[in-house]
């Protein structure tokens, strides 16, 4: 079964903090994969798309990578920021299908 | 903004009622999709469209029932839903369904089922 896992499910940091969030999945295989923040109640924003042949992209402060062989996804945020607070999602597209596969995501709150 | 609106973006109806939540997209992309988000779950692929055509329903119940009259437009039709049906449905576009396709989403229809 392909499933996305996301560890851990809130993350509390001081303000000027660099930190991490993870995305594990089941399936080398992967076609794709996508990171999105979300902000309460409001739809999903897309951050970085990672194509299986890539190791990793970079916007502005943040920075995806990509390891298919051991299932994982990091997404590195530097000197974090109140405004980063929200939830992160990543989601995944396998190979052998068109349609994304979410996590449960990890809502990040920056302490000023 | 990102180019793909959703209206209303908060529905509260009853069991018996319908009702529609409507997307559209200003991106000139050929593929639609709606997703339900319920709290603690990860989001739920209910159905996607490619040019007007619908290509995936997830075992989605009858009680949702989609609509594409073109690529910039997206229902759901809403009827005789179940409490648990309450949940945040988010609309999202992308160029096409497969390859090299990013997904763009809209802000989202909060519904509340009586």
């Known amino acids: 079964k392909q499933e996305v896992t996301q560890i851990p499910a809130a993350l509390s940091v001081p303000e000027g903090e660099n930190l991490v969030l993870n995305c594990s999945f089941t399936d080398s295989a992967i076609y794709n994969l996508q990171w999105f923040r979300q902000d309460p109640g409001k739809g999903l924003t897309s951050l970085l798309l990672?194509?299986?042949?890539?190791r990793e992209q970079t916007s502005g402060r943040l920075n995806a990578s990509l390891d298919k062989s051991s299932g994982r996804s990091t997404l590195y945020i530097a000197a974090s920021q109140p405004g980063d607070s929200a939830t992160y999602l990543c989601?995944?597209?396998?190979?052998?299908?068109?349609?994304?596969?979410f996590g449960t995501g990890t809502s990040l709150t920056v302490i000023p | 903004e990102t180019g793909v609106t959703q209206t209303p973006r908060h529905l509260v109806m009853g069991m018996t009622n319908k009702k529609s939540l409507k997307c559209e997209q200003h991106?000139?992309?050929?593929?639609m999709y709606w997703y339900k988000q319920s709290a603690k779950k990860p989001l739920e692929l209910m159905f996607v469209?490619?040019?007007?055509?619908?290509?995936e329903n997830n075992s989605v119940p009858s009680r949702f029932s989609p609509e594409c009259p073109n690529s910039s437009h997206l229902f759901l039709h809403l009827h005789t839903l179940q409490p648990e049906d309450s949940a945040l449905y988010l609309c999202?576009?992308?160029?096409?369904?497969?390859?090299?396709?990013?997904?763009?989403f809209g802000p989202g229809t909060r519904l509340t089922v009586l």
């Open positions: 990672i194509q299986s042949s890539q």
């Open positions: 999202a576009s992308s160029q096409g369904t497969g390859g090299y396709n990013e997904q763009f």
């Open positions: 989601a995944v597209r396998w190979d052998t299908g068109n349609q994304f596969y």
């Open positions: 991106l000139g992309h050929n593929a």
């Open positions: 469209y490619n040019f007007k055509e619908q290509t």
